[in-house]
C-alpha cells in the first residue's frame, strides 16, 4: 500500500470540493490509501457568521480534522501530502501556516525527508496569487526535505483557452469569484483528480511498492 494524504483548509467550500477531486484521483492508483483531513479553523463563530460561512463550513463538517496529536500518524505515517489552502494575499491561510509551524520537532527528526508533498489552491480572482500561493508553499516544503510534484503540462486542461479555468503547472486551482458565487468547474476537477493520480503514481515508485 502507498499511503496518501489530502490536507485542506476551507471555508467556503471550493478547496473542500477540490480536496474530494484530488483524493479522488489518488485513489484510482492501484494500492492507494487515501484520506482527507481538514485543518483547525481559527476564526470564531462569530466572524464566520459575519462572512456568512457557517453554513458552507457545514458541507464537510464531516472531515476529521487534524490536530496536533495527529501529526504524527497522519503527516510523517504518509508516503505523500497533498495541501489545499485558498489564497490569502498569495500565501497560504494562517490556519494552513499554524499546522506547518506547528512541525518543528519533526522537521528536525527529518521525518518529512524523501516523501512526496503536492499543492492545489483557489482564489478570488483569475490572477488573485493562485500562483504565488502554491510557489510559496513549495518552500516550506523543501524546507522539510519533500519532493515537490506539481501538475505536468501532460494534463493539457490547463490549456485551454475557451473557458476560464484555473491550473497551472505548479497546481491545480479553481476560481471563486469576488463573492465566492463560482463553483470549481469540471475542467478545474479534472486536473485535481490528474494531480492526486499523478502524486500517488510517484509516490508509489519512490516507495518502491
Request: proline share 3%; glycine share 12%.
Amino acid at each position: 500500500m502507498v499511503k496518501v494524504n489530502v490536507i485542506f483548509h476551507s471555508i467556503y467550500g471550493h478547496i473542500y470540493r477540490m480536496a474530494e477531486a484530488i483524493a479522488a484521483g489518488a485513489r484510482e492508483v492501484e494500492g492507494a490509501e487515501v484520506n482527507v483531513y481538514q485543518v483547525p479553523e481559527t476564526l470564531s463563530d462569530e466572524v464566520l457568521g459575519k462572512m456568512g460561512a457557517i453554513e458552507t463550513k457545514k458541507l464537510f463538517a464531516h472531515i476529521p480534522v487534524l490536530t496536533r496529536d495527529m501529526y504524527k500518524d497522519v503527516l510523517t505515517g504518509a508516503d505523500a501530502l497533498i495541501f489545499g489552502t485558498p489564497t490569502r494575499y498569495g500565501m497560504m491561510t494562517a490556519e494552513m501556516r499554524t499546522v506547518f509551524d506547528g512541525l518543528g520537532e519533526l522537521w528536525s527528526r527529518d521525518a518529512f525527508v524523501g516523501k512526496v508533498g503536492s499543492v492545489f489552491t483557489s482564489s478570488g480572482t483569475q490572477h488573485g496569487g493562485q500562483e504565488s500561493t502554491i510557489l510559496t508553499s513549495h518552500v516550506t516544503l523543501l524546507h522539510l526535505g519533500m519532493i515537490i510534484v506539481g501538475l505536468p503540462y501532460a494534463e493539457k486542461r490547463q490549456t485551454r483557452l475557451d473557458e476560464i479555468t484555473g491550473g497551472s503547472p505548479y497546481g491545480a486551482s479553481t476560481i471563486a469569484g469576488g463573492d465566492g458565487s463560482r463553483q470549481p468547474s469540471e475542467n478545474e476537477l479534472e486536473m485535481a483528480r490528474y494531480q492526486g493520480r499523478h502524486v500517488a503514481q510517484i509516490a508509489k515508485k519512490i516507495a518502491g511498492k
